[in-house]
């Protein structure tokens, strides 16, 4: 029980559940498998500005809310606001699924035809 608060509590100050690490490889498993059973193309994802679009990335990436504010110089509350939309915009409830999207939206743009070769995006 006191690993769970101590998890808790530093999640609350910025940090992260889960180690780096594994929260690529599990983005990277559930996007593998979202991309499986979804349609290739989101119209969904149309919708998005480019401020969201670039916090949909950065929450792909595993970084907290903190760590996305101070990456792309704004305020954590303004973060925040895009994530709340995010979640309106996609249709999703949690940040876990629309990281899925995020990590899916790079896996489809790294099989694009024009990317061939390049890797990850």
């Not at 690490?21 to 480019?50: C, H, Q, V, W, Y």
């Not at 249709?91 to 990850?120: F, K, Y």
């Amino acid at each position: 029980m006191e690993e769970i608060v101590g998890t808790i509590r530093a999640v609350a100050e910025g940090g992260h559940a889960l180690p780096r690490r594994l929260t690529g490889s599990l983005f990277d498993e559930i996007a593998r498998l979202a991309l499986r059973d979804r349609g290739r193309d989101d119209p969904r994802a149309m919708k998005l500005t480019n401020r969201e679009r670039q916090v949909l990335a950065l929450i792909g990436e595993g970084l907290s809310n903190k760590e996305i504010a101070a990456r792309l110089h704004i305020a954590v509350p303004t973060v925040s606001s895009h994530v709340h939309s995010l979640l309106e915009k996609l249709g999703r409830h949690t940040r876990l699924e629309i990281g899925v999207d995020a990590r899916a939206d790079a896996e489809r743009q790294a099989h694009a035809p024009g990317n061939r070769g390049r890797g990850r995006v």
